[in-house]
């Protein structure tokens, strides 16, 4: 009986250490988690990640779009099949990537940074444009 009840103090404690030790981590991390698997939302030290259950070349034909739409100055745009790369830039000269991975039949991963440090508001609205037009 004692024994069981080391065990869930054991397991309380190192939750509490795992949560403090997140909570002073270095960096800007915030997370907002929509749901679990495909369409959780997070941002983390400054870049949005996602996964969008939107096939992979419709995901690039709408983040292409989202670009334009937004009146960003395309920098360079690199695409293969399983990874493509857009860098662009704002009317304030922030640097925004936008990487999109393909993992499969209509799975792609999205991670949006703007600028050194993220823009989480920013990277937000690219994410929604994305998905508009994917």
Do not use: H, P
């Not at 395309?74 to 857009?86: G, M, N, Q």
């Amino acid at each position: 009986m004692k024994t069981k009840t080391n065990l869930q103090w054991c397991k309380v404690l190192t939750v509490a250490v795992a949560l403090s030790v997140a909570g002073f981590s270095s960096g800007c991390v915030a997370v907002v988690a929509a749901g679990a698997g495909a369409g959780a939302v997070a941002y983390v030290r400054g870049q949005l990640e996602t996964t969008q259950t939107r096939d992979f070349e419709r995901t690039v034909r709408g983040t292409q779009r989202a670009i334009e739409q937004l009146g960003f100055a395309k920098v360079s745009e690199k695409k293969d099949a399983l990874l493509a790369t857009f860098v662009a830039r704002n009317a304030a000269d922030k640097k925004i990537e936008i990487r999109l991975e393909n993992l499969g039949q209509d799975l792609t991963k999205i991670r949006i940074r703007i600028g050194i440090f993220g823009d989480e508001e920013l990277s937000r609205r690219i994410l929604d444009k994305i998905r508009e037009n994917s």
